[in-house]
């Protein structure tokens, strides 16, 4: 039977000093981490020839999360594993870590939905992450059904000139597979993450936008270009992580 008096912190901290008895590992603390975004440029001239000024852009994701192994692939259903179910099953089980189950162990989290203007100047602070010392490998964010994706701005090519307007559903996906190779000693330092703009509109063909009926002064992606958006946005290589 398990015993449930412990909650939160107090019972992770439990199954960490489990998981040393268990595997041999070395001692671990939990602390505090800062997870911030760093802008990226606003204007860029995309793979597909098209010079991109941005007026707006704004992302919207339910969770961070920092794993001890590497994922073992890039994009995927929402994971199983988070600190509060492995603190809620951590009395009598070792902690989970790479060889226990697919991917390592969750060790660092940062759940609170939030739209991240991409856009800013400088560093934006984006929330505390509950977290743990030692070495970390891989990264993930999480995107639910509800959250979008937004981008206003203005494209031009070979003297033709799309005012666009995007409003991309990102659909209930985790985006996996980020390499975060470092040991984390203690929460000094912030975890930091930028998106490469640019890339979100190497396959997209304004030429294919029709007008807004709403909005007739811009231009919307039709099903086949707001896939290709979507599909931009979930991918790993868009995303950059600084330690």
Not at 105 to 115: D, F, L, N, T
Not at 153 to 167: I, R
Not at 228 to 239: D, G
């Amino acid at each position: 039977m398990r015993i449930r008096f412990l909650t939160g912190m107090g019972l992770m901290v439990v199954g960490l000093w489990l998981f040393g008895v268990a595997c041999g590992a070395p001692k671990v603390s939990p602390i505090t981490l800062t997870l911030q975004y760093r802008p990226t440029a606003s204007s860029f001239v995309a793979a597909s020839g098209w010079k991109i000024d941005l007026e707006q852009a704004q992302v919207s994701f339910q969770a961070f999360r920092l794993y001890e192994g590497t994922p073992a692939y890039s994009l995927r259903t929402l994971p199983r594993w988070g600190l509060r179910h492995l603190a809620d099953s951590l009395v009598g089980t070792a902690w989970a870590h790479p060889g226990h189950f697919e991917g390592g162990s969750v060790k660092a989290e940062w759940i609170a939905a939030k739209p991240l203007d991409l856009l800013g100047t400088g560093d934006q602070e984006v929330g505390k992450m509950d977290a743990f010392t030692g070495d970390y490998g891989a990264a993930e964010f999480t995107f639910e059904a509800t959250d979008l994706a937004t981008l206003r701005g203005t494209a031009s090519k070979d003297g033709v000139e799309v005012k666009f307007a995007c409003e991309i559903a990102l659909e209930k996906r985790s985006l996996s597979g980020l390499a975060f190779e470092h040991a984390i000693s203690s929460g000094e330092k912030p975890v930091t993450f930028s998106v490469q703009l640019a890339h979100w509109f190497e396959l997209t063909d304004f030429s294919a936008f029709s007008q807004d009926e709403k909005v007739p002064s811009r231009k919307r992606p039709d099903e086949t270009q707001t896939n290709i958006l979507r599909k931009a946005v979930l991918q790993s290589t868009s995303y950059s992580l600084f330690y």
